[in-house]
């Protein structure tokens, strides 16, 4: 397992752990020999380090033959190291048999003031993707006119698998990963290779609807399991469903709430999979954007014992058209998901995977994420400032280190249905708190985003308009 740079309780200094990530993952074969590095700089940003830590890892890596600096042109993995034959990453992917993709959905209406599940799409970067998509389409010839690998494009398989890595303190291989059409497919995905209809799971409660319209379309049963300031109560949820199989969670930034999992409560729920071989779901949707302190670690990152399924999106870092997402599965159970991929569907057309594979191996990928931090740092800031102005003691805003939304708590008695029926009604794409509830809501309040509120002006006048539908 690779050590996540940010375990408060580790005493290894910080560069010696970011050399040991970068020294296992060359040895096992994850980087290969002449791959780029992110700069010194896009590194220590993702991280939250300083420069001189990556500089030190990097200089004490270069020194030992690990890499090879080529001034202007970056830092790569020394092209005269030789991958051991024996290391999964060395043998060749396996190809299952492939099936037409199943067809796009229909294009959602025009963003509007407060709209949840969008990242901010004034600020991607369209002439980069643009060029990459036409090399792509150059580039891959007749291979994109054919029927697709099930388990998603290789490249874009090696190139997550290096992600995951370097910042979500993930060992897994290309092997492991697998892109899948959206967060749906890979649920989807999860439930017919694992599990059975009428398998009992818990849910975060409340928690992300889309998910649980999923697992409840797929024939499973889902038991709601409140979550507090350390997030999902796993003694409760014992309680409530011993006989549970699956548990699926927002570790790293709960949805809609926004609190982390404790460690503690990480611990129980890492013990409770393993002694009842149950599965753990993580649905790490947004981890990227963190605007204060350190990113945290996946709770993948601590799964010793292979029980944790873990899923992440380029929906919220890139745009949700892409609809492509991905899944980490235990090294145990590959062929069988192997097996279950071939008769899925997969995530489609090849260009799009191709082209998201060049945006991170390029270095975009990373630059585009330190610029989104700060465009959505400011952006949020705007809006809980016009929001404080403008309703005061009326509203009491979440404070969270990261996430695409504000959560408002009333403090009023009006209910929060009504009021974002009337927001709704005046354009604005506000959703009640306690419609994301499962079982009895215990708190009601507005989910607001705010990554397409893209000038303070623009903020001020949304909520002006707020506070008309408020007293409509």
Not at 13 to 25: G, I
Not at 70 to 86: D, K, N, Y
Not at 190 to 200: F, R, S, W
Not at 263 to 287: F, H, T
Request: with cysteine; charged share 20%.
């Amino acid at each position: 397992m690779i050590l996540p740079l940010n375990i408060p309780t580790c005493q290894t200094p910080l560069y010696l752990q970011l050399y040991r990530r970068y020294q296992q993952q060359i040895v096992a074969g994850t980087l290969r020999p002449s791959d780029r590095l992110p700069s010194v700089r896009s590194l220590a940003s993702e991280l939250s380090v300083a420069r001189g830590t990556v500089e030190a890892a990097y200089q004490l890596l270069a020194s030992e033959g690990y890499l090879l600096a080529r001034g202007a042109a970056g830092t790569f993995v020394s092209p005269l190291l030789q991958v051991a034959s024996g290391d999964p990453c060395a043998r060749p992917f396996r190809t299952p048999p492939a099936i037409t993709a199943r067809p796009h959905d229909e294009a959602n209406d025009e963003v509007r003031p407060f709209q949840l599940g969008l990242p901010a799409l004034d600020a991607f970067p369209r002439k980069t993707w643009a060029r990459l998509t036409g090399q792509a389409v150059r580039t891959q010839g007749q291979a994109a006119l054919r029927y697709p690998d099930p388990n998603g494009d290789a490249a874009l398989r090696h190139a997550i698998a290096r992600y995951l890595a370097l910042s979500r303190g993930i060992a897994c291989t290309a092997e492991q990963v697998y892109v899948t059409a959206g967060y749906q497919g890979a649920l989807e995905l999860i439930c017919k290779a694992l599990l059975q209809p009428g398998d009992t799971g818990w849910y975060e409660d409340p928690g992300y609807f889309i998910a649980r319209r999923v697992l409840q379309q797929a024939g499973m049963h889902l038991v709601p399991v409140p979550v507090d300031s350390a997030g999902l109560d796993v003694a409760a949820a014992q309680r409530q469903a011993p006989d549970a199989r699956f548990a699926v969670v927002t570790p790293t930034h709960q949805s809609p709430l926004g609190m982390a999992l404790s460690l503690p409560r990480r611990q129980q729920l890492l013990e409770w999979a393993s002694r009842c071989e149950g599965w753990v779901i993580e649905d790490d949707y947004d981890s990227e954007f963190r605007y204060h302190g350190r990113p945290l670690p996946a709770l993948k990152s601590l799964d010793g014992n292979g029980r944790v399924l873990y899923t992440g999106t380029f929906s919220k870092v890139l745009f949700p058209g892409l609809r492509l997402a991905y899944l980490v599965v235990p090294s145990a159970f590959v062929t069988r998901f192997d097996e279950t991929a071939a008769c899925h569907g997969g995530p489609g057309s090849l260009v799009p995977q191709a082209t998201v594979a060049a945006f991170m191996e390029q270095g975009h990928f990373a630059r585009h994420l330190r610029t989104m931090r700060a465009v959505y740092a400011t952006r949020r800031a705007d809006l809980v400032d016009a929001l404080d102005r403008t309703f005061g003691a009326r509203l009491h805003i979440q404070a969270q280190a990261g996430g695409l939304h504000v959560t408002a708590y009333l403090k009023t008695l009006e209910a929060d249905v009504t009021l974002a029926h009337q927001a709704q009604a005046q354009g604005l794409a506000v959703q009640a708190l306690s419609q994301w509830y499962m079982g009895q809501p215990r708190q009601t309040g507005l989910l607001m985003g705010f990554t397409n509120l893209v000038s303070p002006e623009q903020t001020a006048r949304a909520v002006e308009c707020l506070e008309r539908a408020w007293g409509a």
